[in-house]
């Protein structure tokens, strides 16, 4: 009967550092690979609930523009009827006040817990986030921003909130303007033709503005490699 070969101790190390080498090869980019999906199918899903929750405030007769509001408080106490809300950043329901910058953009200032799209800022301006927040059961972290100097209203969103990384603008944080259609509000990705935030200056992969990532909502719906190619 003839015997099969048996590996020799040193054949047994060479397979094992060559399968320990392409795993540190590829784990790396797969793991990447993968947190980039997750991140992908986490902002499709809140801009849909975002496009609802509009649809059915203008269904409801609730005003959906700027012109109807005269505080941030009313269209904050509008929307936050249209979705699951376990945390209210503005009376501290479910939150405690000394974890207030924990859980919430802190108010008109430099916020060093996440960076721009390129990820090389220290800090992000908060006035952007800063005139309403909440939480829905998923864990995302809902903004409004009511610019009188544009006469608009802004919501953001970070889609897996301010505890999970990586915190940046254009990675899991995204803005969205309500455009103005005659009576009713349209909700339209920052960074589109008539927004805010123009795509070409604030979802740059060469600028260095903090507000950098700003008008990267519109390439995340339009660019089929978007979150892919995350800088």
Known sequence: MKLSKAFTMAEVLITLGIIGIVAALTIPQ?????????????????YSMLAQAIT???????????????SNKDFYRNITMYFKVVKYCEDMYGIEVDEYDK????????????TNYTRKSSYVSSFLFDDGQFYTADGAL?????????KAI???????GRMKRPNALGHDVFVFQLTKNGSIGVLVPMGADGTQYDKDTYCSKTSTNV??????????LGEKDYFKNLP
């Open 56 to 70: 059915h405030m203008d269904a409801d007769g609730l005003c959906t523009v700027y012109d109807c509001y005269s």
């Open 103 to 114: 859980f919430c953009f802190p108010k008109s200032s430099n916020d060093t817990k996440y």
């Open 142 to 150: 809902y903004t409004l921003e009511r610019n009188a100097s544009y």
């Open 30 to 46: 797969l793991i990447k690979n993968y947190q980039h999906k997750e991140l992908e199918a986490a902002f499709k899903k809140h």
């Open 211 to 220: 507000l950098n990532g700003v008008g990267c909502a519109v390439k995340a």
């Open 154 to 160: 802004l919501i953001g969103v970070d889609v897996n």
